[in-house]
């Protein structure tokens, strides 16, 4: 066999490989779109389920996701950007700088249900939140802090260090410098990073199970101290917990929540490349 | 002037601050899971808990073993990484060596794709598709089973494993490659012959993170795996994982009780298991840019 025609064999055995990884999840979009288009009708999104969630429609659910990626963006956005700008702007190379970052490696392989254990001992019973929107969103906020100050810190990292020194020896402040040399370059990437962390947040199921979930609960949330319905969590309820649910009503489900994280997930990459095509340095 | 000067030091103080936030935010994980996992210690012994064969943690006696737990984690676990890692590893070579510009894109995008659905609509799907698939195949009386569970995951640690690993392909120095060339060697030669092993340390470290991706995904496992908290009797028979026992039975616990507790103390086992496992991972990911 000549080198060539190994090439040619071993080339094409890598495309086939590389395509049963890519066609597989092709067919499960296509399968959910498919089968829960059916279900979308106005009805389906904006009414309480009814007969045991067999019928009627999602809301609470849809509701109770956006209240819980809301609340986590509002906890996980700011502190996770001061770390990052704390990570790329002022820390020196010291141990404290290693052990920050040693913390947000381990962070980000924390399995989900781990999250869940640790929402329900600190915020559900220690801070007595109990299960509750409050709970499960501080959770959920925990779990996507490291995307955030991961994708921020790059962000930064990624602006020249020529526009710092440009402003410092304008006379400006570091302050001055961050706010109007540095983070206008990286907001960017810290909205992709924050939108990722979202897509992330409405689609976990562990974190929420014992923080915020409810597993029936036909009303719209009152206070931040409510229980709420969770998309993830009312789809696995759907899928293992109830008997005898219409096949549409699961499908439409599943299709709700992956529109939402794919929706996510498209509008980081457009975000992205349209500044990457814009950007001058 | 001076005010300016204060406003600069408390900035810097609160972004300090929130850098720190990180590693107390981990401190309290763990310092929670051990509360709260601890107490179960007090009645059972850490090795029993380990090494104990049956897990009834509602029977009177209640039984506290994870054993089951942790072989039957292990087996769904070797099973998706025997899938995931060579398919994971030649696709990150097709799209870092070979695949040409506007394909490699389309490639790596369905790849995030794939990173971003959920886990509890990959589990849906695992439901209907694979679980009768293994059931009409292999005639096993329910096609909930590890089998299913180990080709879910492989699923969830592709993008991991392809993403880190393609970076790593990726950043092999070119002149390495130039230099197989100009020897006359193939472009597959290159590939296989140096790239590959240039870039290993950083696909060790890829298929680790992909591992820990595995051993802590809870709610696809849970859906697929019939969940028999029995030893394992193979891949094609039910099995139950550490993360699913938690999901499934923290719901039904008494805050209190040592079924509670034993929950946190498995807690703090997969806690310590991916800790490991990330520390190894970054270790392997500097040793690549030295």
């Not at chain 1, 996770?80 to 790329?88: P, R, V």
């Not at chain 2, 408390?10 to 601050?17: D, K, M, Q, S, T």
């Not at chain 2, 509890?120 to 292999?138: C, N």
């Amino acid at each position: 066999m000549t080198p060539k025609l190994t090439q040619r064999i071993a080339f094409s055995a890598l495309f086939l490989i590389t395509a049963a990884v890519i066609v597989p999840v092709l067919t499960v979009i296509v399968i959910i779109i498919r089968e829960g288009a059916p279900a979308m009708t106005w009805e389906f999104l904006t009414q309480m389920p009814r007969s045991g969630m067999r019928a009627g429609g999602i809301l609470p659910a849809i509701v109770g996701t956006f209240y819980l990626v809301l609340g986590a963006v509002l906890f996980a956005l700011p502190l996770g950007l001061f770390a990052a700008i704390y990570m790329s702007e002022y820390s020196k190379d010291n141990w404290l700088t290693r052990l920050i970052r040693l913390a947000i490696i381990n962070l980000a392989g924390v399995p989900s249900v781990v999250f869940g254990l640790f929402g329900l001992a600190l915020f559900v019973g220690f801070f007595k939140f109990g299960a509750s929107i409050f709970s499960g969103a501080l959770t959920l906020g925990v779990m996507i802090l490291p995307v955030i100050i991961t994708s921020s810190r790059e962000a930064l990292g990624a602006v020249p260090k020529s526009f710092r020194e440009v402003s410092i020896s304008l006379g400006a402040t570091k302050l001055q410098t961050i706010k109007y040399a540095v983070l206008p370059h990286a907001l960017p990437g810290i909205l992709t990073g924050t939108i990722l962390g979202i897509g992330r947040a409405a689609g976990e199921t562990a974190p929420i199970l014992f923080t915020v979930a409810a597993f029936y609960l036909p009303r719209l949330p009152e206070s931040v101290f409510d229980q709420v319905m969770a998309l993830p969590y009312h789809l696995y309820v759907l899928s293992t917990q109830v008997p005898n649910v219409d096949a549409k009503v699961r499908y439409g489900t599943a299709l709700v929540l992956l529109a939402i994280v794919l929706l996510m997930n498209l509008v980081a990459i457009l975000i992205r490349s349209y500044y990457r095509s814009r950007k001058k340095w | 002037m001076s005010n300016r000067r204060l406003k600069e030091k408390i900035v810097e103080a609160l972004v300090r601050a929130s850098g720190v936030a990180s590693i107390l935010i981990v401190s309290l994980i763990f310092v929670f899971l051990l509360k709260e996992g601890a107490r179960l210690f007090f009645t059972v012994r850490p090795a029993a808990f380990l090494t104990g064969t049956s897990w009834y943690p509602i029977s009177e006696p209640p039984d506290f073993g994870i054993l089951p737990l942790i072989l039957g984690s292990l087996l769904v676990t070797l099973g998706a990484a025997v899938i995931a890692i060579p398919l994971g590893i030649a696709a990150a070579v097709f799209i870092a060596e070979v695949a040409p510009g506007r394909v490699k894109e389309v490639l790596k995008s369905g790849i995030e794709l794939l990173a971003a659905i959920p886990s509890v609509v990959l589990g849906f799907i695992g439901m209907v598709t694979i679980v009768p698939w293994i059931k009409d195949t292999f005639h096993t009386p329910t096609g909930l089973t590890a089998f299913a569970g180990s080709i879910l995951l492989a699923f969830m640690a592709l993008p991991t494993i392809v993403s880190i690993a393609e970076d790593a392909l990726h950043s092999v120095p070119r002149a390495y490659k130039e230099g197989a060339y100009a020897l006359g060697a193939t472009h597959w030669q290159t590939i296989y012959r140096v790239v590959v092993p240039a870039a290993a340390s950083g696909i060790v470290a890829a298929v680790m993170l992909g591992i820990g991706r595995v051993i802590g995904e809870t709610m696809a496992v849970m859906m697929v795996t019939g969940n028999a908290a029995s030893m394992p009797r193979g891949l094609l028979a039910p099995v139950r994982t550490l993360t699913a026992t938690v999901a499934a039975e923290m719901g039904e616990t008494v805050q209190g009780s040592d079924h509670y507790f034993a929950l946190f103390a498995i807690g703090i086992v997969l806690f310590l298991i991916t800790f490991v496992i990330n520390m190894i991972a970054d270790i392997f990911l500097h040793r690549k840019r030295r």
